[in-house]
Nanobody, 121 residues
């Protein structure tokens, strides 16, 4: 199971850190990610991290502003969001899969329940 938290209301230019706690063992081959869905829009992949080696990847829309990281000891993945914009408003979901392609195309087998981020202008 994936439990996301940390969403909330923030002004444009502000920051938030999302957390996703995973239950059970996470294999080194796993890929953890964050996706988001804004009202009336398709789901958008945001960021991903290879659990074992820690390589990180980002969508162009968030590159330079968001940072994904993980804490292996706590089985937790984070999404630090800086310089937030109103267009970042969405429900953010953490995801997990062993297949990189499925994570970055929003087809991961495991999804958390989502946490709402609202950025006011």
């Amino acid at each position: 199971q994936l439990q996301a938290s940390g969403g909330g209301l923030v002004q444009a230019g502000g920051s938030l850190r999302l957390s996703c706690a995973a239950s059970g063992r996470i294999f080194s081959s796993a890929v953890m990610g964050w996706s988001r869905q804004a009202p009336g829009k398709e789901r958008e992949w945001v960021a991903a991290i290879r659990w074992g080696v820690g390589n990180t990847y980002y969508a162009e829309s968030v590159k330079g502003r968001f940072a994904i990281s993980r804490n292996k000891a706590e089985n937790t993945v984070y999404l630090q969001m800086l310089s937030l914009k109103p267009e970042d408003t969405a429900i953010y979901y953490c995801t997990k899969d062993s297949n990189w392609g499925k994570v970055v195309t929003n087809k991961a087998d495991n999804w958390g329940q989502g946490t709402l981020v609202t950025v006011s202008s």
